[in-house]
């Protein structure tokens, strides 16, 4: 079937947004990973990968409030990117301290970067959201 005649779902709130639902549970997903970071980290790494992981899916909330103005629009969504890459930098360095297995260390990885490449693609077609 031709790509132009597929139903398209209709988005009528950022919940509906798959770069929102997909990072909702990218931070559920470091919230349980997380639960078992040593107890000194929790001040520390535990707060912050927990807090940026949290800021992806309240900056793309953002963004779709602010929709009526792309920039403002695209701002957000690369505030949301920005704040993505930090989680993975943060659970670089869960793995350099042997708190998460390589293994784990990929999936959470593979989940985060796929958020950004959702964010992407949104910025580079911001003006389908927009308007």
């Known amino acids: ?3 132009d005649f597929r139903p398209r779902k209709v988005i009528q709130s950022f919940r509906d947004l ?12 470091v919230f349980v ?3 078992d ?4 980290e929790k001040y520390s790494m535990t707060d912050q990968v927990r807090r940026s992981s949290r800021a992806v899916a309240s900056m793309i909330a953002e963004a779709w409030a602010r929709r009526r103005y792309v920039a403002a629009f695209i701002d957000k ?6 704040e993505a890459n930090e989680s993975q930098a943060w659970f670089d ?3 350099d ?11 959470i990885d593979a989940a985060i970067h796929a958020v950004g490449g959702k964010l ?3 910025i580079d077609k911001a003006d389908t959201f927009c308007g």
């Open 97 to 107: 301290c042997g708190y998460i297995s390589p293994e784990k260390h990929a999936e």
């Open 1 to 3: 079937m031709n790509d």
């Open 37 to 40: 970071f040593p107890k000194e």
């Open 77 to 82: 969504l690369n505030q949301a990117q920005g």
């Open 93 to 95: 360095q869960a793995l």
């Open 18 to 29: 798959d770069a929102y639902q997909m990072a909702r549970q990218a931070s559920y997903q």
């Open 120 to 122: 992407q693609r949104m």
């Open 33 to 35: 990973i997380t639960k």
